[in-house]
């Protein structure tokens, strides 16, 4: 009972805080919004019995992606959003068109769902011991790709940005 | 199983996910949109949990910590990007953001 109360206050608070992030118009505002919708997925984790996954959303998404959103938006002193004109085809066919294609997804997805749940085994799988046996045994060699990745990114990071002479 | 039934958090993942796409398409501040892609990409990660824990394997949290890796290398070159285009341009709005070469 207690975890349906806890899933719709953080549901909510997402969707808010997803809106809130397309309506404000100040980039640094559109961030905090974005916290906040990464915070509450994290609590939406847990509920879902997902200790480590929550445990690194906080750490890596609302720690340090986003504190290096809001450290690009002050470093460039990003102000508001410019006022453009939509044209009255993005207005009364692109909103509609976004709301389709939410509904179409919810529909299809929540469809396989369904058809999921008669063969769902009821096991607990959690517990982050298994996560990591999993990712040091099966994943191991994407595991250390990713390593990789994140050396040639940070390669790329600093030669885009560095300052020419 | 949890009480909540899994569908409730596909739904919400669906309802993230075309916010993310709306706010990609509407906005019109490249680091906006940038944003609204990371919203896309939690919206996904939601589902991958939440459908690792209806079938009860834990494949799709494997797969949620890559994706959250390969997140923090895309916000990297993706922000280093947006300064290089702040720099040269004067201006972080994409519909002045139209010439590949200056």
Redesign the interface.
């Known amino acids: 009972m207690i975890e349906t109360a806890l899933f719709f206050v953080f549901a909510g608070l997402a969707v808010l805080a997803a809106a809130s992030l397309i309506l404000q118009r100040h980039p640094i505002h559109s961030a905090l919004s974005l916290i906040v919708v990464m915070v509450s997925l994290a609590a939406l984790y847990l509920l879902l019995g997902a200790e480590f996954i929550a445990a690194v959303q906080i750490i890596v998404y609302a720690g340090a992606i986003m504190v290096l959103f809001v450290f690009v938006i002050m470093l460039l002193n990003a102000g508001a959003e410019e006022r453009t004109s939509f044209s009255r085809l993005a207005r009364y066919v692109g909103i509609p068109a976004g709301i389709l294609l939410t509904v179409q997804l919810a529909y299809t997805v929540a469809r396989a769902a369904s058809e999921q749940a008669h063969r769902a085994p009821a096991v607990e799988p959690s517990s982050t011991r298994n996560l990591s046996l999993m990712l040091f045994r099966e994943y191991v060699l994407p595991f250390e790709l990713t390593s990789v990745l994140i050396l040639v990114a940070i390669l790329g990071a600093v030669v885009l940005a560095r300052r020419e002479k | 199983?949890?009480?909540?039934p899994?569908?409730?958090?596909?739904?919400?993942?669906?309802?993230?996910?075309?916010?993310?796409?709306?706010?990609f398409?509407?906005?019109?501040?490249i680091?906006?949109i940038?944003?609204?892609i990371?919203?896309m990409l939690?919206a996904v990660?939601?589902?991958f949990?939440?459908?690792?824990?209806?079938?009860?394997?834990?494949?799709g949290?494997?797969f949620?910590?890559?994706v959250?890796?390969?997140?923090?290398?895309?916000?990297?070159?993706g922000?280093?990007?947006?300064?290089?285009i702040?720099r040269t341009r004067q201006s972080?709005?994409v519909?002045r953001v139209d010439l590949l070469k200056l």
């Open positions: 199983m949890s009480p909540v899994i569908t409730y958090y596909l739904v919400l993942s669906a309802i993230l996910f075309g916010l993310g796409v709306v706010g398409i509407f906005k019109r501040n680091i906006t940038f944003m609204s990371e919203l939690n990660n939601l589902a949990v939440a459908f690792s824990r209806q079938l009860g394997q834990l494949n949290q494997v949620v910590f890559f959250i890796v390969v997140a923090a290398a895309e916000a990297a070159v922000l280093a990007i947006v300064i290089l702040a972080l709005n519909e």
